[in-house]
């Protein structure tokens, strides 16, 4: 089972930057499309940005678009989220998840079937 481990969370004033790390127990073709997602208490757990790691093709919402970017580091086995330009609203518990490579599209990432979800980090954004 591949095991997803996040970190770099924190609390910011808005307007400032973070990048988010996740350490992904093996990069194979098991793993080749991953993403960002996040949850704030009450919601559904949303996609928000997604990197097929083959090709470079990169997927985002357009809440994030443009302020966030999604990369890796496969020497690394590291996926990460640099958000510049943060906002109260960006406040939730952030995951990274394996991506389904068929249900998802720009504007609609979907978690793998065989995710599973990591215990996450916080990142909290003050007006």
């Known amino acids: 089972r591949v095991q997803l481990v996040e970190s770099g969370g924190g609390s910011v004033q808005a307007g400032e930057s973070l990048r988010l790390s996740c350490t992904v127990s093996?990069?194979?073709?098991?793993?080749?499309?991953l993403g960002w997602f996040r949850q704030t208490p009450g919601d559904q757990r949303e996609g928000i940005a997604a990197?097929?790691?083959?090709?470079?093709?990169?997927f985002y919402v357009d809440s994030v678009r443009g302020r966030f970017t999604i990369s890796s580091d496969d020497a690394k086995k590291t996926l990460y989220l640099q958000m510049n330009n943060l906002k109260p609203e960006d406040t939730a518990m952030y995951y990274c998840?394996?991506?389904?490579?068929?249900?998802?599209?720009?504007?609609?990432?979907?978690?793998?079937?065989?995710?599973?979800w990591g215990q996450g980090t916080q990142v909290t954004v003050s007006s």
């Open positions: 093996e990069f194979s073709f098991r793993t080749y499309f």
């Open positions: 998840a394996l991506v389904d490579p068929i249900m998802t599209q720009e504007n609609s990432i979907q978690p793998a079937p065989n995710n599973h």
């Open positions: 990197l097929d790691t083959l090709n470079g093709a990169t």
